[in-house]
Each structure stands twice: as structure tokens, then as C-alpha cells.
């Protein structure tokens, strides 16, 4: 039996129905940035399994720290103990995040850091003694499967079983360049009617929505508004951050800087499941006191695993590196050589691209899961392209590593599939 056949047996995958689409494609092995299946085909990962494997698959730099990790200290429990991979992690990171972070707090997932942020943010209040309980959240943000994350997240189609459960959120348009007086004065009546909490936002990207960029000025102007009303800002950088945006993070784009961060993905090199939740010491000393309860009693079992910190070590390592800066440089000005060659197009509506992220809306009705969605993933698979349309957007979020050959590759498939839509 064939592992697609093996999978069908005992599986049960997310984000899909099972009775309409039964098949799994088995993944065999994965190197650089190709992915091979079990009868041996090769794909270009172009959106670098959700944006999480950016030094490229199997990095020897990476596998090496994290088998030798393996081999001193594989886990052990962090509530109580400490070990050196998770304080040169937090070291490591708070040079490169914005200045005002301080604290580094650990969760499983890109939800869990979400959650974790949310929780904060409401017992930061509840800690003051204030009763706070709702959220403003962009529309068509994605953060995340959980509770928390659901409700704040305001891409809710398939929500709908979980509506009656999720928390208070109020939600505001993007910043466009033209509705920022709108949106303050939404900010406004929110806040004089509502006990507001924190401000959640995917800081000039939104991901899930289709790559949608927003206007960077106009997100400033919010965060100060909400500094200015005691309104915790967060930043969910688990799609953005590790140098997605030309920057480490989105948030250096951005004048006011956010008081919690919640990251993941690129954070552990798309080796290992790990997130943080980073905050200002602010934040952190809101949780200090005689009495326990006041305490953040949130926690993972593998809270700060330290392989996964290994991996998350080096990866930062590499990051920082002037090759790898120097690539996000050259994948970042070939996608704008893409882009002034193919926005003309015919069945191009619209393009967008910063940093390793581009874009591509194409100029057709399509829904997020459906025939034509399935057509041009196949049309992708078939010619050796792993890409994975959002609704009708066509996205690049490729491994830093690409070699010009590979990247060329991507970019022909993309113009080659205009002819089938
Ligand atoms: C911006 C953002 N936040 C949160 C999440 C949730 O992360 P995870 O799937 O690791 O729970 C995602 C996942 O795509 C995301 O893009």
C-alpha cells in the first residue's frame, strides 16, 4: 500500500472535507527548497510550508545544533527550572526585536502565542482592578484556531459553529490612505462605549486575507491612538516576522511600537512547533505581587523545549547573517522585476509585494475552496510549483535560499497558469 493509501485509513487533516477531497499527497523527503513525493516528482515549496521554513528545508546549520541539543538536553519542565537554549533564546531575540520589548514568554503555536497575548492583555486590567473585556481587531485578520484567536480573527467563515462562544470584537478597516478619519472616529465611539482591552493587529501584511497590505502610516496613527487610551497594542507577527517583510519585523516599519508581540512560524526555521508571546517589562511587572493568583498561571508542557530553541537559535543566527540579509535583498528586487512585468496583464487585477512576500490578485471570481482554486493547484503541482492560492490571490513567500533558477521557475508557472483562468 501506498502511504496516500495508508493515510486514508486512520487520518483525519485540517482544513479539509474529507468527503469531497479524500486524497493527501505523501511527502517523502524535503531539502533546500524542494519537496519530494513518494513517486519521486519534486516541487519548488514556494510558500515555504506556511512561511515557516525560511533558511530552507533540512538546513545542515540548523539539524546540526538541533542534534546536538538532542543529545545534551532534549526536555525538561520550565515551570521551576531554566536551561541555557531558552535564556540565549530570550538574549538573541530581544537584540533584534523593537526596543521597548523586554519579556519573552513561551507557547506551542502561532493561536497559543494569540491566546497568550489576549490572556495578558485582560489580566493586565483585571490585575489593576479595571474590567476590561473587549478587543478591536482589523477586518479580515487571521490569528489563529483557537477561542481567542477565532474570536479576534475576523476571517470567520468557518466559524460559524463557534459564534455563540467567542469573545467581545469590535472591528475597524484597514488603513488605505483615504479612511483614516473614519476609522478614528470608529476608534472613538468604540472606546467611549466599550471597555477595550488591546488592539490586535498583523502589522502591514495580512496574510490569510490574501496578502493584503495596508497603509503604514495609517496603522501608526491607530496604535497611537490606542496608546493614548491605555489600549494594549499587539502585533501578530507569526506570519511576518524573521525578515518577511525586507525587515526582522513588520513592526520596525511602524513609528509606535507595539506592547506585546506574538510570533512563531519562522521562529524555529519551520523545524520545530514553538511561539513566543514577547512584551514590555511594563506588561511583565503588571503581573508582579504578594498575591499568586495575580500571576500568569497560562502554560504548554513544552513550554521553551529546548530543541526547539536550539532551532530557533540558529535560525536567528542565519537571519542576521549578511548572506541571508543579502538574499530577502535579491528575492525582494526580483519580485519587483516579476511585478513590472505582469501587472499589465490581462487577467491581472492587482499586485503587491514587500520584502519575500508578492502577490497577485487575479482578475476573476473564485471562491477560497473550490474548482477553479483546485485547478490551479493542480496546474502548480503539475509543472513542479508548490503554490497555494488564497481565494483568487497568487502568493510567493519563498525560502531565502532560493537559487535564481528556482525563483525563475515559480514565476513562470505563475504567468503560465494566466492562460488557464
Ligand atoms: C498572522 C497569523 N497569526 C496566527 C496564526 C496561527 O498560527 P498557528 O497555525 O501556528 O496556530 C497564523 C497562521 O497562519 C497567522 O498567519
Redesign the pocket.
Known sequence: MTLKERDKKHLWHPLKQHQLNPESLAIVKAKGCVLTDEDGNEYIDAISS??TCMYGHCNEFITERVATQMQQLDHVMFSDFTHEPAVKLSEELIKILPENQNRIYFN???????ESAIKMALQFYFNKGEKRSTFIAFEN??????FG?MSV?GLSVYNGPFEDFLIEVKRIPTPNGNNLNEILSQLERYTSEFDVAGFIY?PLI???AGMTIHDADGLNSILKFCKSHDILNIA?????GFGKTGKYFASDYIGTKPDII?L??ALTAGLL?M?ITSCTEAIYEGFLSDDIGNGFFHCHTYSANPVACAAAIAGIELLTSSDIQMSIKQISESHQKFENKIKDHAKVRATRHLGVIFALDLDTKMKRYGDLRDKLLKFFMDRGVFLRPLGNTIYIQVPYIISASELQKVYDTIEACLGIV
Not at 108 to 114: F, L
Open positions: 506556511w512561511y506551542d503555536n502561532g493561536s497559543t502565542a494569540v485578520g487571521f490569528h489563529g484556531d483557537t484567536a480573527s498583523e495580512q496574510g490569510a501578530d507577527e507569526v506570519m511576518t506574538c512563531s512560524k512547533p511561539a
